[in-house]
């Protein structure tokens, strides 16, 4: 089989995983290359990037950049609301897609524009209410890794071939974040590195949370115990994608029972994922 990281030159081939790209526009956009799986491989460097939103890289330098990636595919996790008030650029000769990984109980889309915050805002003091706010959060995330049509998707491109592939959304943190860990789980890639690996969203995003943290100052004085919320405002919680993991093993026992019943990897097409993007 031939070797797709032919088309990721060397000077974008970060010396630790998880380094952020240079571009100019955004700040945590990151690739899954280097990380090392159990058999002792690694993963491809090259193959998996993984944003925030697209439309803020306009400058020259950036788009050479994205340019220089040669992506077959990028799939945005947004909604369809959120695409429409920053959508993506078009970029000749890659398929782009859009599929929402994260949806209300009820089947609609989760709605991070500002068109829909206020249903946002609304159904998040409901759950709130009834489950308190630490759970409602977590509810949000420990939905989302099942029967998922975005994350469906996602593999479906992994299996085929449509790599180099971007998946994205608006932060590229929660969505995005829990995408990326689930490839690196499939990879073989151990729960640890793939939790670190979300993680370094906080230390990518650092200046857009100190900056949410200050302006909530005076609520975190009365309320230290409002952090975490308001640091998922801006970054991740540890905790939050923990607790999405633990839905997983509770649902189905081991990963790769849940990767054959989610995404039919059975055995034979596990393997085959891993010997097509490891290393």
């Known amino acids: 089989m031939a070797n797709n990281t032919e088309n990721q030159s060397a000077a974008h081939t970060p010396a630790v995983p998880g380094t952020p790209l240079p571009f100019e526009g955004t700040d945590n956009f990151r690739e899954l290359g280097g990380y090392r ?12 990037y993984r944003s925030g939103a697209l439309n803020p890289l306009k400058s020259v330098s950036d788009r050479s950049l994205l340019e220089s990636l040669k992506l077959k595919t990028i799939l945005d996790l947004r909604s369809s609301g959120e695409s429409r008030y920053e959508p993506d650029p078009e970029l000749p000769g890659i398929h782009q897609l859009r599929i929402s990984a994260l949806y209300y109980p009820d089947g609609t889309e989760l709605d991070f524009s500002p068109d829909g915050i206020e249903k946002l805002d609304a159904a ?37 071939g449509g790599t180099p592939i ?11 974040g829990i995408a990326a860990i689930l490839i690196l789980l499939a990879l073989g890639v151990d729960k640890e590195t793939a939790l670190d690996d979300y993680m370094l969203t906080n230390v990518c995003r650092r200046k857009a949370i100190e900056k949410s ?59 085959a994922l891993r010997d097509r993007y490891l290393e």
């Open 166 to 176: 971007l998946f994205h959304c608006s932060a590229g943190k929660d969505r995005t």
């Open 37 to 48: 799986a159990a058999d002792g491989r690694a993963v491809r460097y090259g193959q998996f």
């Open 213 to 271: 943290l200050e302006k909530h100052a005076a609520l975190l004085a009365e309320h230290p115990e409002a952090k975490a919320m308001i640091m998922a405002g801006e970054g991740v919680c540890r905790t939050f994608a923990e607790q999405a993991l633990d839905a997983i093993e509770k649902q189905y026992g081991t990963y790769e029972d849940y990767f054959q019943a989610e995404f039919g990897l059975d055995k034979t097409r596990l393997k």
């Open 124 to 160: 998040m003091e409901e759950m709130k209410k009834n489950m308190g706010a630490d759970k409602a959060f977590a509810q949000l995330y420990t939905h989302m890794p099942f029967h998922n049509p975005a994350f469906q998707t996602l593999f479906e491109k992994l299996e085929n």
